[in-house]
């Protein structure tokens, strides 16, 4: 099985995470692994209407902006957001990956009118 290998999120600039995001099929990528009941995902879990190259492509893209972390487990290779070691790099952001695209509540809509 293949061998992945993981970037330090110290050497990881934010615009490079900001283009592994600019993707929706990878921000989809992103919620399900960070909504998984165990952490993590075998990437054809993810339920995207892909080919299988190009959900491969989308994984690694992740791994090398250092958000995924991917080992194998027999024959499946599973993924997971390395959530911990983000939040102390780019505080929050995963948190705004959740939140983004969601309806905002009536007060801050009436607010956004009123501005």
Known sequence: MKAYTHPSLSDVPLALVMQAL??????AIVRALLSAPAGELACNAVPLKISKATRSHHFTVLREAGLAFTRTDGTKCMTSIRRPEFE???PGLLDL???ADKPASAG????????
């Open 108 to 115: 801050r809509r009436k607010a956004a009118a009123l501005s």
């Open 97 to 99: 990956i959740l939140q």
């Open 22 to 27: 600019s993707d929706p099929c990878r921000i």
């Open 88 to 90: 102390d790099r780019f």
